[in-house]
């Protein structure tokens, strides 16, 4: 409620007395702290060097020495998400996040759309006298509000945030970013050859937020959620980060295993005794062979090469976005804001096998269920890191990165969900360089905040009733080392894999994410760990303990119905478009974009994956010289490209980014004047894996100018949201014909269609029965 007017109101102003109380937003408590909340990606515990791995993180070693690390928080095993559980406090079903933005089903708890019961933390926060900033990846805007078009309820500034610097997406390339600036897309500053990376890019926008706040309200405390791209895919770094690691990593991930579990017994990450679990099994014996592992030992030298490679190029990107964010730290200290920070320093999800055994040079394959081969990737294995590559390391890496755990990110074992956390709080923390046993999840940081900032969850935000917050506050744990975890339970369910941890004990359903057997949840065999005392989840306790698997495999049920987990989904990444939000078809098949339009998001465009389509401008070309992109979208790791070049109409499809580009050229000249240009594709059959044959055939007006065979993508062209651009092509160039954005010029687009065949109408078919159904 608005505060009393204390003044007095006349008829003539000069008898009146103003009081401005009403109208002043409240300021924090006395003495509250900074928050700086940094959330990489995809990073297991045996990874960084506070844990006790390879790769050198000075600036989170530092908070590690000035604060604690904690070796039992978890997470729900996938970035988004994990990431609602930050920024409310509630479970990721709670939050409709089940899985990741893009592949929601439209069940209450897998639509995305976080509840406005679930209030985000910066809400709370703004209202109580915080600043509140958002830098680098969101991932938490629901797939169906990602274009321009739409309401932008459920974007950073509709929930709370002062402002959003970053992308909106999963992924991005990290040498050219698909980038958002508080509710608009943008072009980045500037390019790769003048000097241009994401991670250095965020923490100039960081450093820019922090200063512009502090510079006109020096008193005001601030909240700052910092999601640098860093450790998904691509593995994008400076040169010099990646030539680093050269060497480190040659005595292979088998090799890592055995010498990092000491280390971590060493820095007390891990109890004397914990064992090392068996590798991944073998394509032949594991539920979902591209989450195998390839034994070290049975590799060619050149495949030991490309392999250390990629984990180099891992291990630079995620030094490199260190190092920038040591620049923020600079600037903090220097600024005399570090000491009352209170600092989260940690990763969404254990380690990724999304490279598959044979690592990749584009992980767009991976979601296109696309195998990856050595042949492929090893003559690139000089340009890994760079722009010419979109790489991710493979599942071996993957498995050492999780030590000693099995599995990695998507399972409910350790390797999925235990990471890396450091709390620093110098003003608020007397403990220095200490570990942390207490058993914790990603559900308990939004209640340790508002504990520390002196806040509480107020019963409505915003006049919604707020739902209980499912976390508990880790203030407890700060500055005793032995007091008894206060958290009771908790349970996991990504992608069909289910786990329930309660009181030491953690039961764990056998079944694989994207399994190539589907379904049958109820015939899963239940294991049963003592984590208490098998941290590494490495002896089944099932047989002993009967009666106790059966109450947490009950329990699970119970957590499932409360929090909206049902139904279980265990689809494949091609299996996921069927479900997945489409933008419906219009009337008669045909979108119709305006001139200049760039960045329509891939999940906000007409989708022409795996389906018959055309694609036609109606242009007027005034220079005989006129040249530029019609039409683009997606990138050269993925995407396809209709231009004019040399007076000639291009048309390129880059499928994967397997070379050589599809690349079509119309066999006459196009000449000045008023016409209709473009191509359509009539699919034929469909591949071995998923994709599209058929043919296309170039026109310029109604003469055909070239034709032939084309392949086409059955899955997105990738999950970093390069757009459906109009007149140039904003992003990575899609064909190495030209470079980036190559704007229309010497004429003008008067409009471009793309239509799509009737195979482009089954979702729309899908969502009538289910309206009717629900009448």
Not at 483 to 501: I, N
Request: glycine share 10%; net charge negative.
């Amino acid at each position: 409620m608005p505060a009393e007017f204390r003044g007095s109101i006349r008829l003539d102003i000069r008898d009146s007395v103003p009081d401005w109380t009403p109208y002043l937003a409240e300021k924090a408590p006395a003495g509250a702290p900074n928050v700086l909340v940094i959330l990489y990606d995809d990073t297991g515990t045996a990874a960084w060097s506070p844990y006790g791995g390879r790769i050198e993180m000075p600036t989170m070693q530092r908070f590690a020495d000035e604060g604690l690390t904690y070796s039992q928080w978890h997470t729900t095993a996938l970035c988004g998400p994990t990431r609602s559980c930050f920024l409310t406090g509630r479970n990721h079903h709670q939050n409709s996040f089940a899985t990741i933005a893009e592949t929601a089903t439209g069940f209450p708890g897998n639509n995305t759309h976080i509840p406005m019961e679930n209030a985000f933390m910066a809400e709370v926060l703004r209202e109580r006298g915080w600043s509140t900033f958002w830098v680098g990846k969101n991932h938490n805007v629901p797939v169906d509000e990602f274009d321009q078009g739409s309401t932008k309820r459920n974007w950073p500034l509709g929930r709370g945030f002062d402002r959003f610097y970053g992308f909106i997406g999963g992924e991005t390339n990290q040498w050219y970013p698909d980038l958002t600036e508080d509710n608009h897309y943008i072009d980045q500053p500037y390019r790769p050859e003048d000097g241009y990376h994401l991670s250095k890019d965020l923490a100039d926008q960081a450093i820019a937020m922090i200063r512009d706040s502090q510079q006109s309200q020096p008193e005001k405390p601030w909240h700052m959620f910092y999601c640098p791209g860093a450790n998904h895919a691509p593995h994008h770094a400076p040169q010099e980060f990646i030539d680093k690691y050269r060497g480190v990593f040659d005595d292979g991930y088998e090799a890592y295993r055995e010498w990092v579990l000491p280390r971590m017994i060493e820095k007390g990450i891990l109890p004397e005794g914990t064992e090392l679990t068996p590798l991944n099994p073998l394509p032949d014996d594991v539920a979902n062979p591209a989450d195998a592992v390839r034994p070290w030992a049975t590799l060619s030298s050149e495949e030991r090469r490309l392999f250390a490679r990629m984990a180099e190029a891992y291990a630079g990107f995620s030094e490199y976005t260190d190092h920038e964010i040591g620049r923020i730290v600079a600037y903090l200290e220097e600024t005399g804001q570090l000491d009352n920070t209170l600092v989260f320093y940690a990763a969404d999800n254990g380690a990724s096998g999304e490279g598959s055994p044979n690592g990749s040079v584009n992980e767009g394959k991976f979601f296109n269920a696309w195998p990856d081969t050595v042949e492929d990737n090893l003559p690139m294995i000089d340009k890994l890191g760079s722009p010419d590559t979109y790489n991710h390391y493979p599942t071996g890496w993957a498995a050492a990165f999780s030590t000693p755990y099995k599995m990695f990110k998507r399972y409910s074992y350790q390797g999925g969900v235990c990471d890396p956390l450091v709390i620093s709080w110098p003003a608020g923390i007397r403990a220095r360089g200490e570990v942390r046993d207490q058993y914790h999840h990603c559900t308990d940081i939004v209640p340790t905040i508002l504990e520390c900032c002196g806040v509480e969850m107020p019963d409505t935000v915003l006049g919604y009733r707020q739902t209980p917050l499912a976390g508990v506050s880790m203030r407890y744990s700060f500055d005793d080392a032995a007091a008894p975890t206060q958290k009771p339970q908790q349970y996991y369910e990504m992608l069909g894999t289910r786990a329930m941890w309660k009181d030491g004990w953690k039961a764990v359903a056998e079944h694989a994410p994207m399994p190539s057997d589907r379904g049958h949840f109820d015939r899963d065999r239940w294991q049963l760990f003592h984590t208490d005392v098998d941290r590494s989840e490495s002896s089944d306790l099932a047989a002993e303990h009967p009666e106790r698997l059966r109450a947490l495999v009950d329990l699970w049920f119970e957590e499932a119905e409360k929090y909206d987990v049902l139904p279980l989904s265990d689809l494949g990444i091609l299996d996921y478009i069927r479900y997945e939000f489409q933008v419906p078809v219009p009337r008669g098949g045909t979108y119709v974009y305006g001139p200049a339009h760039a960045g329509l998001p891939e999940h906000s465009a007409a989708s022409t994956h795996g389906v018959s389509y055309s694609l036609l401008g109606q242009i007027e070309v005034e220079d005989p010289g006129a040249q530029g992109v019609i039409f683009a979208q997606g990138s050269r790791f993925g995407g396809h490209a209709l231009f004019l070049k040399d007076r000639r109409l291009h048309y390129v499809y880059n499928f994967i980014g397997i070379k050589p580009e599809q690349h079509y050229v119309s066999d006459v000249e196009v000449g000045t004047g008023g016409q209709v240009v473009g191509v359509e594709f009539v699919k034929e059959r469909v591949g071995e894996h998923g994709e599209s044959h058929g043919t296309v055939t170039m026109r310029l007006d109604e003469q055909v100018v070239a034709t032939g065979p084309l392949r086409t993508q059955s899955g997105h062209f990738s999950l970093a949201g390069e757009g459906l651009c109009i007149g140039r092509d904003s992003g990575d160039a899609v064909s190495e014909q030209y470079r980036p954005d190559f704007p229309f010029e010497g004429g003008r687009i008067v409009k471009f269609e793309v239509g799509v065949g009737d195979d482009g109408y089954v979702d729309l078919e899908r969502r009538l029965h289910a309206a009717l159904a629900r009448d």
